[in-house]
Nanobody, 125 residues
Framework: QVRIVQSGGGSVQTGGSLRLSCAAS????????MGWFRQAPGKDREFVAG????????YYEDSVRGRFTISRDNAKNTVYLQMNSLKPEDTAVYYC??????????????????WGQGTQVTVSS
């Protein structure tokens, strides 16, 4: 069992930056593919970014590519999402998730077994 606790988030103006963190406990999470998702009011949860088990590969949703950076520190059991050049359309609750069985980065919500509690990101114009 993996417990995921998120931190970071908050409110910024357009063009600002935020960093989200996701710490795992219970088991070492280095075998897991990790992903960040977000859910805006009235919308489905969507994939934002993913990182492979050792951090050698990353994948981003088109609207955040070039602005967001996902990274991980397996020694600290932590994953990060650095968000720059934020836009109002980035406003959502952001979730960190772990895929214990995946061999590659998967964008499907159902592929991930463990989820963080969610953290609000609000970008004002």
């Amino acid at each position: 069992q993996v417990r995921i606790v998120q931190s970071g988030g908050g409110s910024v103006q357009t063009g600002g930056s935020l960093r989200l963190s996701c710490a795992a406990s219970g088991r070492t999470f280095s075998p897991y593919v990790m992903g960040w998702f977000r859910q805006a009011p009235g919308k489905d949860r969507e994939f934002v970014a993913g990182i492979s088990r050792r951090g050698g590969s990353t994948y981003y949703e088109d609207s955040v590519r070039g602005r967001f950076t996902i990274s991980r520190d397996n020694a600290k059991n932590t994953v990060y999402l650095q968000m720059n050049s934020l836009k109002p359309e980035d406003t959502a609750v952001y979730y960190c998730a772990a895929d214990q069985s995946g061999l590659y980065i998967d964008s499907r919500v159902g592929q991930y077994e463990y989820w963080g509690q969610g953290t609000q990101v609000t970008v004002s114009s």
